[in-house]
């Protein structure tokens, strides 16, 4: 399909070698995150090789954390990478899937926007991408388009995204680049010595569907001495210049400064031709350096369902969690020290919970189904008694109303319908819209999703987090607190202290710090809206009480 041509805008693509799993998606950030401190717009997309439509309805275990957007879109968790870096918002034209790609190219065909074409793979799904691509541009005011494409090259499921890279540098010669990130396994006896032959497969295959890597991003254990990279430049067909280590980090956040020492915004601008306006990464410096520095620990604890299983678990589940509680760490001047803890542990053996008293916090992060939650109700109610800060989020707030249902306001067979339809005290209870859904079935892209606003009551630990008594946060599931006792928990001590604008759902419960040093739950996510350089105001407030114990 013609398409206008904006002749400010350039396109990176990121693709992967040798193995997935390498950081294409920290990189990807990283390269617009130094192009933004050059004074370019850039956006972020992320094109995804799955036929699922969206990840909404993929194991986290698997999959990673899925996030959302603030209109509901259900995304990868390297959209989260973008939105941290970039500091701005994406939305559902910043991701596309193999199956949305194609259930909009049928759904045009079966409208007849095709005029009668038959309409093949090729050239039809390739040149819906790159309209995606455009679009999700546009609406940016973006100068430059930087997309990954999942998985690695070689692999059957992305090659009709490599054919699109290839069709847009045929249309626009000198306005695409494509950056390789692969994999240099080290061997030998000291591990030290960096192998490069797979990265020359990995190019081999990027030449068969008539492409070359213009960067080469070497990910390794090490830095890329000079040997390592003459025999990438020479076997690879780059310059040496542009074969770029990337080496482990300390901190993902330390990423783009890694890459500025090897002059990388220099060689993007030069290849693209691109003119800079200034160099600014002095904040992502002072955030890096705060995080270096930091010597005195604030020891969390994550409780999960999974970790103490024998299940293979990955941390990938929770990376926001983990990140936002990061970016408050780093606010409060803390090294974090961050734990995993089975529920499943506290259930089978109670006397197990007096460990989490060596905690300076504990977080209850989202989550569904009833696997390890009475260890979790245990794990808070221990938390509540013994003035540990605690953040709930989504249902570790809705754990927590249940808790505090049954050993302070005496409701025995207090629970969540999710887990008994029948409990004798459904404080969490199912939104009418929500269950008829589910009677019929309808279950991917029909929660609560996206940012929704609340209304904060003054003079509560939430109102001072913010600094404002309006927000919008973001949203991801079915259940809410059940109106019915909203009073009776509010008359125990129970404050409520966000709701929405019609004052039906609430969004946010809190004990009064007279009561607890720190204990909230919040019903939204506020994990998905932290950034490195601006913590979210509740897990910057909930690392500042889990380091008061810490002089």
Not at 518 to 531: A, D, I, V, Y
Request: with cysteine.
């Amino acid at each position: 399909m013609p398409r206008k041509k904006n002749n400010h805008l350039k396109y990176i693509f990121v693709v992967g070698g040798v193995m997935s799993g390498v950081g294409k998606g920290v990189a990807a950030s990283s390269i617009g995150k130094i192009l933004q401190a050059r004074g370019l717009r850039v956006t972020a997309l992320k094109i995804d090789p799955y036929v699922n439509v969206d990840a909404g309805t993929m194991n986290p275990t698997e999959h990673g954390e899925t996030f959302v957007l603030d209109d509901g879109t259900e995304c990868d968790q390297d959209m989260g990478n973008y939105e941290r870096f970039l500091d701005r918002d994406l939305s559902r034209a910043n991701y596309m899937t193999t199956g949305s790609i194609y259930l909009d190219v049928i759904r045009r065909e079966r409208n007849l926007e095709f005029g009668g074409k038959c309409v093949s793979v090729v050239p039809y799904i390739p040149m819906e991408v790159i309209l995606r691509i455009d679009r999700a541009a546009a609406k940016a005011d973006a100068e430059v388009a930087l997309v990954e494409i999942g998985g690695t090259v070689g692999e059957y499921e992305n090659i009709l995204f490599l054919e699109a890279i290839r069709m847009l540098r045929l249309r626009h010669p000198g306005d695409v680049l494509i950056a390789l990130v692969s994999y240099i396994p080290s061997l030998g006896a000291g591990g030290n010595e960096l192998k490069t032959k797979p990265t020359q497969h990995a190019v081999r295959n990027l030449n068969s569907v008539g492409l070359q890597p213009d960067i080469i991003f070497g990910r390794a254990p090490m830095r890329l001495d000079e040997k390592r990279k003459e025999k990438l430049s020479l076997m690879c067909g780059v310059a040496k210049e542009d074969v770029i280590s990337s080496p482990n980090a300390d901190s993902i956040y330390d990423v783009p400064l890694n890459f500025e020492k090897e002059a990388l915004s220099d060689r993007l601008l030069k290849k693209l031709n691109l003119r800079p306006r200034g160099r600014d990464l002095d904040a992502w410096r002072r955030l890096c350096r705060t995080i270096r520095v930091a010597k005195k620990e604030a020891r969390i604890g994550v409780i999960g369902k999974y970790f103490d299983t024998g299940e293979f678990m990955l941390a990938d589940s929770y990376i926001s969690v983990l990140e936002a509680i990061k970016h408050g760490a780093a606010a409060a001047r803390r090294k974090p020290v961050i734990e995993w803890l089975g529920s499943g542990e506290f259930e089978k053996d109670p006397r197990s919970l007096a460990a989490l008293s060596q905690y300076d916090g504990i977080v209850v992060p989202g989550g569904f189904g009833h696997r390890g939650v009475e260890g979790k109700i245990a794990a808070i109610r221990y938390c509540r008694e013994h003035k540990i800060p605690y953040l709930g989020l989504c249902y570790g707030m809705q754990l927590a109303v249940i808790e505090f249902a049954r050993n302070v306001l005496k409701l025995k067979g207090a629970n969540t319908t999710e887990i008994d339809q029948t409990a004798a005290h459904p404080v969490i209870d199912i939104m009418p819209e929500q269950k008829k859904l589910m009677e019929e079935k309808k279950y991917g892209g029909t929660m609560r999703l996206g940012a929704y606003p609340a209304e904060l009551f003054p003079k509560t630990i939430a109102a001072a987090a913010y600094g404002t008594l309006k927000i919008s946060e973001r949203h991801r599931h079915r259940y809410e607190v059940n109106p019915d006792y909203i009073g009776r928990f509010e008359k125990a001590g129970v404050v409520f202290s966000g709701k929405s604008p019609d004052g039906r759902l609430m969004e946010i419960m809190e004990l009064a710090k007279s009561v607890h040093p720190f204990f909230m739950g919040t019903q939204f996510h506020p994990e998905l809206k932290s950034r490195p350089l601006h913590p979210h105001p509740l897990f910057r407030e909930f690392m500042k009480a889990a380091a008061k114990g810490k002089k």
